[in-house]
């Protein structure tokens, strides 16, 4: 028999095996790549749903709040220290608590300027005067806005002043 040079061929198996290496070491870190991106889309995605079904529940809930807040403020002045209107009060400062810890805000509304993607504006009064700047700036809110994040769940409802 007729011995093989393996000298020669032992060359060429090793690169073959460095290059699969390689090519399976490549392979390897595109797939933690791709598991990597998977699991932040997925995160994120999961951020926005909670964000989202957040807001539909609160959206529910605001009508029961605003006729609370309208109780309150139409409570008659005998009542105002009764012990009724007080737990009026402590359901309504519930709410405002849980909302806070949803990370759900109230929109600014009086004295700021008015802004179309916070605000719904019902009318507008123009000052007068010689020299008006054109600034529109809350004068009274009707129904408080919320927002959760940049996202607004519901627009403030507000009379506007042009100064």
Do not use: W
């Amino acid at each position: 028999m007729k011995k093989r040079n393996t000298k020669s061929q032992q060359p060429t198996a090793l690169r073959d095996l460095q290059r699969q290496a390689k090519e399976l070491t490549e392979a390897l870190k595109r797939e933690r790549a791709d598991a990597e991106n998977l699991r932040r889309r997925t995160e994120e995605e999961r951020g926005r749903m909670a964000t989202f079904y957040k807001a539909m529940i609160v959206q529910e809930l605001l009508p029961a709040v605003d006729n609370l807040e309208r109780s309150l403020m139409h409570a008659p002045k005998d009542l105002g220290n009764s012990d009724y209107v007080k737990g009026v009060q402590a359901v309504a400062k519930q709410f405002e608590k849980a909302f806070r810890d949803l990370g759900i805000q109230r929109v600014k509304t009086v004295g700021e300027q008015f802004d179309p993607r916070l605000h719904e504006a019902i009318s507008i009064e123009d000052k007068g005067g010689d020299s008006p700047t054109g600034q529109e700036i809350v004068s009274e809110e009707l129904a408080s806005g919320y927002k959760i994040g940049d996202e607004i769940i519901r627009h403030a409802t507000v009379r506007v002043k042009r100064r």
